[in-house]
């Protein structure tokens, strides 16, 4: 009998791993069918996957049984996709490979190890609570590194009888959406699926509402993460059947404590990124990356993951023993601190609004601090600048009409130098703005004037007779301008003329005293 060839070996194997079968089952199957031979083009592969769904129908690992041979064969000639399974209960997943950055490594794979985000993981609280109860679909808004992502998984990990299917939105399309769900639906008898998409808020109108079947009849208990405002980037109607869970920067003993776990973990932290040499870190380094990294986990331990190697790169040589990761390796690795900043995102108008209602208050220091955050966060200058200039009318005003002319001077200065140079202009005005004196008379005289012309009933009246300019002969003889007062010629007179239609006669908008409390 003449050997097996090597290399068809490793072909029929290939098959039957992308089929779902264990290596072990595949490796008893074809060792308990080399001798079969059908008429099929892989007759090793057929007979191997009869013979373990014959022998091994009880096993976890075999797909179902099919009821007959040319079923197999359709199963085999087709080679479909292998079957989404859970993750194991004690595990979210395999041991991450050395290759993956730290914060990969460090992901924790229960509830109970995740740090942070008191306010949804109390006792007692929803998501305590999953293991022992259905799971509704949830959406996880949250800044970057706040362990959204790590929170979905946990909780997938938790439930009995799930199985986790992760998606993310940058690459994903309607076809893997439907797709997923259409295997979520055959398999819901024996198992649910916990569907998670990540930075949800990139799909479209479409792919939202390909989503919305799915979850109404509870095929799959869907999982959203999204770094931006839901309300404006999410639809309405997947809105109204997801439970919105906000997140927060993590504080900065909660990074401290991450930190620590990764140099203490043998078995997946630092040790695996400096090739087993011992590290440890000082205090002051420590510090230094829990108050820097803005509350993102992700920054904090790849940038001590840099720190580390950094340590070891400069100790070499020098002596066996423990390396030290000093305050120079980690600003040597962070650079500058991490600022979490959008110009497009909810960051973006968060900061503005600060800076406007530091303003507003007249507190100069909180002004200045929250522009600096802006500028340092990347905002362009003249974003900026045009809402100075804005303020400059609507909240100044009358008290100081000088603010406008130094808030549009401001603004052709950044347009001139540019920055870095444009800082202290901008901070010039932020400062002026904040201490000048505020009036909104103007501000709410012209909201009080769109109101009159909105509820105008019958529509807007005419401009009087008298108030209208008369160039023609024929406009005169219609009476256009007659009995109007020139004010400089009848400087006593004028002063009883009607400037505004019949029924707004008295009505009053601008409610200003240049002595009034309100300016002073």
């Excluded at 950055?101 to 995740?114: A, C, G, H, K």
């Excluded at 439930?159 to 959406?177: E, G, K, N, W, Y």
């Excluded at 802006?374 to 009358?398: H, K, N, T, W």
Aim: net charge neutral; hydrophobic share 40%.
């Amino acid at each position: 009998m003449s050997l097996p060839d090597p290399k068809i070996q490793k072909k029929e194997m290939e098959e039957l791993l992308s089929m779902g079968f264990s290596e072990d089952l595949a490796s008893q199957a074809l060792a308990a069918t080399a001798s079969s031979s059908t008429t099929s083009a892989n007759p090793s592969v057929e007979a191997a996957a009869d013979w373990i769904l014959t022998h091994t129908s009880q096993s976890s690992h075999s797909p179902p049984t099919l009821s007959s041979q040319s079923n197999l064969r359709r199963f085999i000639l087709s080679k479909p996709a292998q079957p989404l399974k859970p993750y194991p209960s004690k595990r979210l997943k395999p041991s991450p490979s050395s290759l993956s950055p730290l914060s990969e490594r460090m992901r924790p794979s229960t509830v109970d190890l995740i740090v942070g985000q008191d306010h949804l993981l109390s006792p007692g609280s929803l998501l305590r609570g999953v293991a022992g109860g259905p799971l509704p679909s949830l959406l996880l808004w949250g800044p970057p590194g706040s362990g959204k992502t790590t929170l979905a998984r946990a909780i997938a990990a938790s439930l009995s009888s799930h199985r986790f299917l992760p998606l993310s939105a940058v690459t994903a399309t309607v076809v893997d959406l439907r797709r997923a769900i259409d295997e979520a639906r055959r398999s819901r008898s024996q198992i649910r699926t916990v569907l998670f998409v990540d930075e949800i808020h990139r799909f479209s109108k479409t792919q939202q509402d390909a989503l919305l079947p799915a979850i109404e009849d509870g095929s799959i208990i869907f999982l959203g993460a999204t770094t931006e405002n839901p309300s404006f980037h999410l639809t309405n109607p997947l809105l109204s059947r997801l439970r919105v869970l906000a997140l927060r920067p993590l504080d900065p003993h909660h990074v401290r404590s991450l930190l620590l776990r990764a140099i203490d973990d043998v078995d997946h932290g630092i040790l695996l990124s400096t090739n087993g040499a011992s590290v440890t870190i000082d205090d002051e380094a420590l510090e230094f990356l829990s108050l820097h990294c803005d509350g993102d986990a992700r920054v904090a331990l790849n940038s001590l993951e840099a720190s580390a190697v950094l340590a070891v790169n400069r100790s070499s040589g020098i002596g066996e023993g423990t390396v030290i990761i000093t305050t120079a390796d980690a600003k040597e690795a962070m650079q500058c601190k991490h600022l979490a900043y959008d110009r497009d995102g909810d960051e973006h108008y968060n900061l503005i609004s600060a800076l406007h209602k530091s303003m507003r208050g007249s507190d100069a220091d909180a002004a200045i601090y929250w522009l600096t955050r802006m500028l340092e966060g990347g905002e362009q200058p003249l974003y900026i600048a045009r809402r100075l200039v804005r303020f400059a009318s609507e909240d100044v005003g009358l008290a100081d009409t000088a603010a406008l002319g130094h808030a549009v001077a401001c603004y052709q200065a950044c347009h001139f130098i540019g920055m870095p140079e444009c800082d202290v202009c901008l901070a010039h005005c932020v400062a002026y703005l904040a201490l000048a004196p505020k009036s909104v008379a103007v501000y709410k005289a012209l909201n009080a004037a769109k109101r009159a012309v909105k509820e105008s009933v019958g529509g807007n009246e005419g401009v009087p007779l008298h108030l209208r300019n008369a160039p023609t002969k024929l406009m005169k003889q219609m009476g256009y301008g007659d009995g109007y007062l020139y004010p400089p010629d009848h400087p006593q007179l004028c002063k009883g003329q009607s400037y505004l239609p019949d029924s707004l006669k008295g009505r009053k908008f601008l409610q200003w005293l240049p002595l009034d409390v309100e300016q002073l």
